[in-house]
């Protein structure tokens, strides 16, 4: 799978969007792009997945580049509740590969 | 609430002693997933069944083993412990075995002292 780049850390204030940015430059054809975040401690929670085209969902909007080398996880309104370590991971689960988190993003979102 | 149920939630054991750890997947989830979290090693895979079979294996040490059954339950093992076993064991479910989203319970939280 490729390697993913995120910040180890960003803040956001209360309300206006996150945006997380994640580097996968030697993403392969056939590797999705996968966000998952973590609450303090708690399971991982799915956010959204995509392989060429933008995505959008009721949690976050996913931004992947024309060249697939990099992508951006969009929260478009953050509220305290969204403070949480972001992982961008891509994996290419036809090849039999599992997920594997690196070590993400702490996003920490402030009043 | 992500549908997956873990128990228990805390567990406190010395060194040497085995445990078992459970795990019940979504309604109609097929593959159920093991991870473990230690401070210095991050979300690490250990293992996955799918429909009662095992699928694919990471990193589980010969000392751990797991299985799930019929009702689609799933349980793991882990003996001999030691104290560098002490972390977050994570279980996940996902309807498949391709690239459906995992679902993640809230862990189970072993001690070794």
């Known amino acids: 799978d490729a390697k993913t780049t995120q910040p180890t850390s960003m803040d956001c204030a209360e309300g206006r969007a996150a945006n997380l940015p994640c580097n996968h430059s030697?993403?392969?054809?056939?590797?999705?792009v996968y966000w998952y975040r973590q609450i303090h401690s708690q399971g991982p929670q799915y956010i959204i997945h995509g392989l060429k085209n933008n995505e959008t969902n009721e949690m976050a909007s996913l931004i992947i580049t024309e060249d697939r080398k990099s992508s951006t996880l969009i929260l478009p309104h953050a509220t305290l509740r969204d403070t949480a370590v972001y992982y961008c991971?891509?994996?290419?689960?036809?090849?039999?590969?599992?997920?594997?988190f690196g070590g993400g993003t702490r996003l920490m979102v402030k009043p | 609430d992500s549908g997956v149920t873990q128990t228990p939630k805390h567990l406190i054991t010395a060194t040497g002693q085995r445990v078992t750890l459970r795990c019940s997947p979504r309604s109609g989830d097929l593959s159920v997933y093991w991870y473990q979290q230690s401070l210095d090693q991050g979300l690490q895979f250990l293992i996955q069944y799918y429909n009662g079979e095992e699928r694919a294996k990471g990193n589980i040490l010969e000392r751990f083993s797991a299985q799930q059954f019929p009702d689609l339950h799933s349980e793991l093992n882990l003996s001999s412990l030691e104290l560098g076993d002490s972390a977050l064991y994570f279980c996940?479910?996902?309807?498949?075995?391709?690239?459906?989203?995992?679902?993640f319970g809230n862990g189970t939280r072993l001690t070794v002292t």
């Open positions: 996940a479910s996902s309807e498949g075995g391709g690239g459906s989203p995992l679902h």
């Open positions: 030697t993403i392969s054809g056939n590797e999705y």
């Open positions: 991971i891509a994996y290419n689960y036809n090849a039999g590969n599992m997920l594997t």
